[in-house]
């Protein structure tokens, strides 16, 4: 499991679904995962959204969208195996209250349902799932639920399965975080004060940093114009900021991988794009 994670509005989104659609093009049975108010990943895929069911976006690519109230059915229906139990005692209204009362569950629950399609689904699990999660602060928060709850005593089966998930999240051989930064200086330094916390506290490691659109060098017929000047500047401005970030893995121990800003990404991806975007 791939967790994508980074600042808000960096391309993250487009990160998860290239990587999603590059697992699938070589054969691996992929899920994309957001929980998001809006569906963002199927539409990138020119399909309908996929109202928390897994949808089929391309061949060996499905996309689901999920969303706490339906985590919370599916945890009692599938996991407890108590579907009356849901159908009689619990209904919309009452399972927004219930999950917004306890803290941390809503965040356990979406954990499990990833852990779910990654090793325990009986219909077959997917070979890989990635996760385009949360902006870096809700994610950090994310991570740190399962410890969190665990220590807080949850009780029965609940404890249980957290302590599965944390376990799984922990085991650097099946889940890694890909932490999306950009080369700006603002970007790099919230990446580089993350990412030290994230090392820290998280159970899933970093396992990749990607420095997403960094712009080329101006074409030298453009030098003398004024768009040309700008140009320049926002390239001088861009390497700096990767060689500050680029100094400050070293520290922590982290590599990167440079990706072009490729400017307006035409919709629906083309089936090749992530072999091209990755091959640039």
């Known amino acids: 499991m791939l967790l994508v994670t980074g600042k808000g509005g960096i391309g993250k989104t487009l990160i998860a679904a290239a990587l999603g659609q590059q697992a699938a093009a070589l054969g691996k049975r992929t899920l994309l995962v957001e929980s998001a108010a809006c569906d963002q990943l199927a539409p990138l895929f020119g399909s309908p959204d996929t109202d928390h069911v897994e949808r089929n976006v391309a061949p060996n690519l499905d996309c689901i969208n999920l969303l706490p109230p339906d985590n919370f059915r599916a945890y009692v229906t599938k996991y407890l195996g108590q579907r009356r139990l849901y159908d009689t005692v619990f209904n919309h209204k009452v399972v927004n209250s219930f999950i917004n009362t306890i803290p941390g569950l809503t965040e356990v629950m979406l954990l499990g349902r990833l852990f779910y399609h990654a090793e325990l689904d009986k219909n077959g ?36 399965e957290t302590t599965r998930v944390r376990d799984f999240l922990a085991d650097q051989s099946k889940t890694g975080i890909v932490y999306v930064a950009t080369p700006a200086a603002l970007v790099v330094s919230e990446t580089l004060d993350v990412l030290p916390q994230l090392q820290a506290k998280s159970p899933a490691k970093v396992a990749q940093v990607v420095l997403n659109r960094v712009p080329g060098q101006p074409h030298p017929d453009l030098i003398n114009t004024a768009s040309g000047a700008y140009l320049q500047r926002r390239f001088v401005a861009a390497t700096e900021a990767e060689k500050s970030l680029s100094a400050g893995l070293v520290e922590l121990g982290l590599t990167y991988a440079a990706l072009p800003d490729l400017g307006f990404i035409d919709e629906p991806l083309a089936p090749d794009f992530a072999t091209a975007f990755f091959a640039l």
């Not at 870096?136 to 709850?149: C, D, E, I, R, W």
């Open 125 to 160: 699990v997917y070979d890989l799932v990635v996760f385009d999660a949360f902006a870096s602060g809700h994610f950090l928060s994310l991570m740190t639920t399962p410890q969190a709850a665990i220590n807080a005593g949850f009780g029965g089966p609940l404890a249980s």
